[in-house]
């Protein structure tokens, strides 16, 4: 039973490149989120989606775009990465049905912005 | 708007000692609360979360945290630390609110030392 996989676990950027942190969960759930975790800073939310085709803004989300093309997949995109964006970034997904709804993490993305 | 807060960025306990996480969360309806813990380089993992009822609620690994209205506190407690126990937990709240999102506190790392 996968749950919430990530790819890639880790990956190495110099300033101004772009690339796509994929999430992809098999529970069928509606709900998507992509968290990036700072020390001393706890998660912050960068975008959410409620459902196919949609997404939000979270907390934290200039630098990033989303998109959910297919229910089971959240993609996270740096269209020109920065030192800033060095983190671990989490991808979660929660059903919409259930009474309040545990989110499903996955393992975390490890990125380095050069 | 909601938000967490826990007291302390490292607690320290010897094996076998009571543990006391504190987190105090702001919420202008009715929350509800959750607390995760994080092994080294894994994902959250769900503790235990409070909804509505009773205000004394179990999770696994023998944790427990108690909501406490009057205090806007929801602390996590354990009456004896294993060396397993070892970790980061975060405390973390929403609202009932269909779309509502999971706010983090900052995170509490727990030593356990023998």
């Known amino acids: 039973n996968a749950g919430v996989t990530q790819t890639p676990k880790f990956r190495v950027l110099k300033t101004g490149q772009s690339m796509t942190l994929l999430c992809a969960q098999d529970m069928n759930h509606e709900y998507m989120y992509w968290y990036r975790q700072d020390p001393g800073m706890g998660l912050r939310l960068i975008h959410y989606s409620v459902g196919e085709g949609t997404t939000a803004k979270g907390e934290v989300p200039d630098g990033y775009n989303v998109s959910r093309l297919k229910k089971q997949n959240f993609l996270l995109g740096l269209e020109s990465a920065a030192p800033s964006q060095t983190s671990v970034y989490f991808c979660?997904?929660?059903?919409?049905?259930?009474?309040?709804?545990?989110?499903?993490f996955g393992e975390g993305s490890r990125l380095t912005v050069l | 708007a909601q938000s967490v807060t826990q007291l302390g960025s490292h607690v320290s306990v010897s094996e076998g000692a009571l543990v006391l996480l504190r987190c105090n969360y702001s919420?202008?309806?009715?929350?509800?609360l959750f607390w995760y813990v994080q092994y080294p380089n894994q994902g959250l993992q769900l503790l235990l979360k409070?909804?509505?009822?009773?205000?004394l609620v179990k999770g696994i690994n023998g944790f427990e945290a108690e909501f406490k209205k009057s205090e806007t506190s929801f602390h996590l407690t354990k009456p004896s630390a294993h060396m397993s126990d070892a970790a980061e937990y975060f405390c973390?709240?929403?609202?009932?609110?269909?779309?509502?999102?999971?706010?983090f506190g900052k995170g509490t790392m727990l030593l356990v030392s023998p």
């Open positions: 979660a997904s929660r059903s919409l049905a259930g009474d309040v709804g545990e989110l499903f």
């Open positions: 409070y909804t509505t009822g009773a205000t």
């Open positions: 973390a709240v929403r609202t009932n609110s269909g779309y509502s999102t999971l706010t």
């Open positions: 919420s202008s309806v009715p929350p509800y």
